[in-house]
């Protein structure tokens, strides 16, 4: 079984700053990708930044030259380094982990952990 855990989410103002984490463990063979995603309430589950393990990377639109995802593959873990905030950004962040474990390839979320940002 693969375990994936995000940290790091919390209550911020605008312009401010957040990093998330997101650490993957269990019975892993290779890790293909490691994404965040987001779900505001009312809203449904969008892309926020993709990453495959290299310099390959991509961002919606909206986060695009403030959020940066990178990867630490000796650590199966994943970042999402999230600058200027804004108020739309407040939602729900989950981890998206996709693997290959002993049931062969599957895809992983986390728990999700909760960004707000609020004045």
């Known amino acids: 079984q693969v375990q994936v855990v995000e940290s790091g989410g919390g209550l911020v103002q605008p312009g401010g700053s957040l990093r998330l984490s997101c650490a993957a463990s269990g019975n892993i063979f290779r890790i293909y990708a490691m994404d965040w995603y987001r779900q505001a309430p009312g809203k449904q589950r969008e892309l926020v930044a993709a990453?495959?393990?290299?310099?390959?990377?991509n961002y919606a639109d909206s986060v695009k030259g403030r959020f940066t995802i990178s990867r630490d593959n000796a650590k199966n873990t994943v970042y999402l380094q999230m600058n200027s905030l804004k108020p739309d950004d407040t939602a729900v962040y989950y981890c998206?982990?996709?693997?290959?474990?002993?049931?062969?390839?599957?895809?992983?979320w986390g728990q999700g952990t909760q960004v707000t940002v609020s004045s």
């Open positions: 998206h982990v996709g693997a290959l474990g002993g049931l062969g390839y599957e895809d992983y």
């Open positions: 990453t495959t393990g290299g310099s390959n990377t």
